[in-house]
Nanobody, 115 residues
Framework: QVQLVESGGGLVQPGGSLRLSCVNS????????MGWYRQAPGKQRELVAT???????NYADSVKGRFTISRDNAKKTVYLQMNSLKPEDTAVYYC?????????WGQGTQVTVSS
C-alpha cells in the first residue's frame, strides 16, 4: 500500500546544505499530509516539518528559516531542503505519511553535520 524511501543524507560541514527526498510508492500520497522527523543518538524522535496536500507547512522552531519542506504530488515525492546546517541537526531523518488509519514511516537517512 505505502512504501517510503528516503535519500539525500550525508556528511556536510556546518553552514552547508543538503536536500532530502522521500518517494512514496503508494496511492494515497496526493491527499496525505507528509512530514519529516529526526532522531539524534540518545534522543527521542522529534518533528521537523509537515506539509499538507494543499501545501500548508509547519516547522519546528529549531529549523524555522533554515529548512523548507515541499512536495511534488505528480512525482509522489516530498523534499526537505536544509540550509545553514548546524551540528545539532545531526540525526537520522525519517519521512512520514499520515494515512487513513495509521502512519507510515520510511527507513531513514543519516545526516551528519561536522567539521
Amino acid at each position: 500500500q505505502v512504501q517510503l524511501v528516503e535519500s539525500g543524507g550525508g556528511l556536510v560541514q556546518p553552514g552547508g546544505s543538503l536536500r532530502l527526498s522521500c518517494v512514496n510508492s503508494g496511492s494515497i500520497f496526493s491527499i496525505a499530509t507528509m512530514g519529516w522527523y529526526r532522531q539524534a543518538p540518545g534522543k527521542q524522535r522529534e518533528l521537523v516539518a509537515t506539509i499538507t496536500r494543499g501545501g500548508s507547512t509547519n516547522y519546528a522552531d529549531s529549523v524555522k528559516g533554515r529548512f523548507t519542506i515541499s512536495r511534488d504530488n505528480a512525482k509522489k515525492t516530498v523534499y526537505l531542503q536544509m540550509n545553514s546546517l548546524k551540528p545539532e541537526d545531526t540525526a537520522v531523518y525519517y519521512c512520514k505519511l499520515t494515512g487513513i488509519n495509521r502512519d507510515y514511516w520510511g527507513q531513514g537517512t543519516q545526516v551528519t553535520v561536522s567539521s
